[in-house]
């Protein structure tokens, strides 16, 4: 695996991906974060191997309707216009779990935050667990501790999870699953309580939206810990971060340093993509994201 793997194969991998992601976020900004999402959810269960685009079937049942994706993972569209493209371009050459890793880098990038050398190299897998997408995938309830050690089964420390979590800077959630911090954590600035209380009421409206940043929702920056610094995470297991734990310091740190955030963020997207990839002999091209060949 390398970042010019398909160098000669198809060399213009790159230019379809972005061109395919800019007119996506063009159409909808939000789309950014659901592709970043796609790529951290299909990595956290078997490894970065696009098991999480797998469409069920009668005799096959994949990811997508597990807990922490049904109704929530999107961008699948995207991928298959992306894969389209390049199927045109370099036919049976490029796996799909490689378009994911590269549209989460490009949605990142063109929303105003950092580039990186995507490593490049990974197949497909053949299967998919909806066991694993139920246990391993960290909710919005989680402890610090919690956290710390479900990263840690995937080989990433605990600074790396404070600055995948800065994904956090873009991106909508459900009320349902900020409701109970809005209503019952203590660690929470009273204003933005009451702002996001104003639409996901004590019970109904489960599926409203909030913006996950309450700043800038859809500007990749660092926003996401000056609202940590002010009490203002959405999610409990965001504001877990600054809670007077181990990870406060680097909290504050982001907050006032911008390109220190970056900087970190694609170093640890890298090693995110480094999780348990198939590579070789291991795994297919997929003709067709969402099946097995």
């Known amino acids: 695996m390398n970042q010019k793997f398909y160098q000669k194969t198809c060399p213009n991998l790159q230019t379809i991906v972005r061109s395919v992601v800019s007119e ?20 956290f269960v078997q490894g970065c191997d696009a098991s999480i685009l797998l469409d069920d079937t009668p005799t096959f049942t994949g990811e997508k309707t597990a807990l922490p994706n049904i109704n929530s993972v999107r961008g699948y569209e995207v991928i298959d216009a ?22 989460a880098r490009d ?28 246990s391993d995938l960290p909710g919005p309830g989680s402890s610090l501790s919690t956290l710390i050690s479900m990263f840690a089964a995937k080989g990433l420390s605990p600074q790396d999870m404070a600055v995948l979590s800065g994904a956090h800077t873009i991106g909508q959630s459900r009320c349902f699953l900020f409701r109970d911090r809005i209503y019952n954590d203590i660690n929470i600035n009273a204003s933005f309580a009451a702002l996001r209380q104003q639409t996901c009421p004590l019970s109904g409206g489960d599926s409203n939206l909030a913006p996950i940043d309450v700043q800038s929702p859809v500007t990749f920056d660092n926003s996401f810990y000056v609202n940590l610094v002010n009490k203002q995470g959405l999610f409990h297991s965001d504001q877990e971060l600054f809670n007077g734990g181990s990870l406060d310091s680097l909290v504050a740190q982001f907050s006032k340093d911008q ?16 999780i348990n990839t198939l590579t070789g002999k291991n795994g297919e091209i997929r003709l067709n994201c969402r099946t097995i060949n």
């Open 259 to 274: 390109a220190a955030f970056f900087s970190a963020f694609a170093k640890s997207m890298v090693r995110l993509g480094a």
């Open 107 to 134: 949605s990142v990038n063109l929303l105003g935050g950092p580039t990186w050398n995507v490593v490049l190299g990974r197949k497909d897998a053949q299967t998919a667990s909806l066991s694993l997408a139920n």
């Open 82 to 103: 992306i894969k389209s493209q390049v199927e045109a371009s370099c036919p049976r050459t490029v796996s799909c779990a490689d378009i994911v890793a590269l549209a």
């Open 24 to 43: 996506a976020l063009a159409t909808e900004a939000r789309m950014g974060a659901s592709l970043l999402r796609l790529f951290f959810h299909d990595c």
